[in-house]
């Protein structure tokens, strides 16, 4: 299947070559968040969804698994503009760790991780998706990333050294419920914020929603005394 973004975008010369030279610099292990974040800037708002696929050199997906389990959703990339705006509302730095829940072929822990320079995980329970992102990230050695194929509601728990969890519409229902209740584990041991695209409000006494900066994005830290 190929990518829809690539296919249905004509790709300027100036949008290849800017994302060959990060590639490159990747690969050498020259690439900074400040870097990063200064070369994003100056791709057009309305190019950076081809220019991070042009980067992430991904431009084939595997099926969807036919037999996803009850309540969980078929893979549907993040959008750029969204990473971008949960990275500064949750505040992410160097120091923390980065669990992108529902990774998919790891296009938002690639960004969060050359935006900030955090530590990324994904938790993706779609084997083939996990074994691209797997391939992405060793080829273009991307460090302090990794990807673990399983179930999110079994999983979360087990991640005890995530800081900021981010959920993109992954699941919903009982499902969702476990999940919370593994982060609320994790928060009894350290702050934590959860970061959730397209979800419904989260109704947990031990969360508080940060003030929102729009109408897709809800941001969350815990309030457990540690």
Partial sequence: MVSTVLASNPV???LREAANLVRSRLLSNDVTPAMFRSTLADVPAHEREVWLDLLWDLDELPDDDPNLPRGCVPYLPCSVATVLEAVQQAGVTSNDVFVDVGSGTGRTAFLAHLLTGAACIGVEIQRGLVEAARARADWLDVR????VEGDAAELVRSIAIGTVF????PFGG?????????LEDIARTRQIRICCV??????RPWLVPMPPTSAHLDVYRSTHRT
């Fill in 174 to 182: 009982e499902r969702l419920h476990r999940v919370l209740d593994g």
């Fill in 12 to 14: 300027q010369p100036a």
């Fill in 144 to 147: 302090r990333t990794r990807f």
């Fill in 198 to 203: 397209d979800m419904p409000r989260l109704e």
């Fill in 166 to 169: 981010f959920l993109y519409c």
